[in-house]
């Protein structure tokens, strides 16, 4: 047989629903919290955009360096190749 629920059964299982909606609504964040948050991620990404385009700049600049090394080595062999090609 099922057993009768009382007034007070009743107000037990409202007073845990209520204390648990109060634990779960302590633990969310603020609008000012997430506007922090939300500031130090913008910052974040910022600076680390200002890096990246930092690196790639000397990225960029060593490898215009390194083509113009390589063009010059390719005009060096290119002029050995002739001049070796008519001693033989």
Known sequence: MAKKMTIEDLGGMVKRGFDDVQIRIDTLATKEELHEVRDILSNAIKDLEMRMSAYMSFNKEELDRLKSW???????????????????
């Open 70 to 88: 390589m063009q010059t080595i390719e005009e060096r062999v290119a002029f050995l190749e002739q001049k070796y090609k008519h001693k033989k």
